[in-house]
């Protein structure tokens, strides 16, 4: 079970952006943004049906001199149903994203699976993917 990611970007201000926006139609948002002994680092989360918010993805920029950035990594949320897809899509090329591979059935992964590729500021592939079927 996933409790937490991390992700080490080469522009925090770029890369946190680039979430705020990507990640919106997915209901996740901004929670922490701070420095930690040189590091930016900003934190993203949801409002769990209880009303508890836990941060479960992070960015963090590393003070300079202290290591390259993740990548390519492939990160994939899961969406409520495929109109979320489709929105996550939109956000992220909105955001400065760059599309790789836009909405629609990957049959050769299962016959529901619908999902959304965008590439974050740093290589990243980004998915949202609905394993139900269209309704």
Same mark, same amino acid.
């Given at each position: 079970?996933?409790?937490?990611?991390?992700?080490? @970007?080469?522009? *925090?201000?770029?890369?946190?952006?680039? *979430?705020? /926006?990507?990640?919106?139609?997915?209901? *996740?948002?901004?929670? @922490?943004?701070?420095?930690?002994?040189?590091?930016?680092?900003?934190?993203?989360?949801?409002?769990?049906?209880?009303?508890?918010?836990?941060?479960?993805?992070?960015?963090?920029?590393?003070?300079?001199?202290?290591?390259?950035?993740?990548?390519?990594?492939?990160?994939? $949320?899961? !969406?409520?149903?495929?109109? /979320?897809?489709?929105?996550?899509?939109?956000?992220? $090329?909105? !955001?400065?994203?760059?599309? =790789?591979?836009?909405?629609?059935?990957?049959?050769?992964?299962?016959?529901?699976?619908?999902?959304?590729? @965008?590439?974050?500021?740093?290589? =990243? =592939?980004?998915? !949202?993917?609905?394993? /139900?079927?269209?309704?």
């Amino acid at each position: 079970m996933l409790d937490h990611m991390t992700l080490r @970007v080469s522009d *925090y201000a770029r890369s946190k952006a680039f *979430y705020v /926006t990507a990640l919106a139609p997915l209901s *996740y948002s901004l929670m @922490v943004d701070f420095e930690h002994e040189g590091a930016k680092i900003a934190g993203f989360g949801w409002t769990r049906p209880d009303g508890s918010r836990k941060v479960d993805w992070w960015i963090v920029q590393p003070p300079a001199g202290t290591g390259a950035v993740s990548g390519p990594t492939h990160l994939a $949320l899961l !969406a409520k149903d495929r109109g /979320t897809v489709d929105a996550f899509h939109r956000a992220g $090329l909105a !955001a400065g994203g760059k599309d =790789n591979g836009g909405p629609g059935v990957r049959p050769h992964y299962h016959a529901d699976y619908y999902g959304a590729f @965008v590439l974050d500021p740093d290589g =990243n =592939n980004v998915e !949202a993917v609905c394993h /139900t079927p269209a309704t």
